[in-house]
Nanobody, 122 residues
Framework: QVQLVESGGGLVQAGGSLRLSCATS????IGWFRQAPGKEREFLTT????????YYADSVKGRFTISRDNAKNTVYLQMNSLKPEDTAVYYC???????????????????WGQGTQVTVSS
């Protein structure tokens, strides 16, 4: 059974920072997504099992950083220069499959956490 648990969300002012954590299990690739009210779940970033490769959506490139500590079974999302439009529920997701379509779509991932709320005030 693969379980993922996100934590670290909260309320922050615009321009501030938060670090989210994803407690993981298994040797999986991890992605971060977010979903705002009335919008589809949006890809943010992904990291390989080894941590050797990362990829970012344009919306967060230069502001967000993904990393992992496999000894602690944890993946992190460091979020800087937060904007009100970053307000959403943030999810981590895991896959053990090699995806011919890449890892920016929801369908590439098979396991999901429960989400953690991030609210950015202006």
């Amino acid at each position: 059974q693969v379980q993922l648990v996100e934590s670290g969300g909260g309320l922050v002012q615009a321009g501030g920072s938060l670090r989210l954590s994803c407690a993981t299990s298994g040797r999986s690739r991890i992605g971060w997504f977010r979903q705002a009210p009335g919008k589809e779940r949006e890809f943010l970033t992904t990291i390989s099992w080894t941590g050797g490769t990362t990829y970012y959506a344009d919306s967060v490139k230069g502001r967000f950083t993904i990393s992992r500590d496999n000894a602690k079974n944890t993946v992190y999302l460091q979020m800087n220069s937060l904007k009100p439009e970053d307000t959403a529920v943030y999810y981590c997701a895991a896959t053990f499959r090699l995806s011919s379509g890449g890892y920016t779509k929801k369908d590439a991932y098979d396991y999901w956490g429960q989400g953690t709320q991030v609210t950015v005030s202006s």
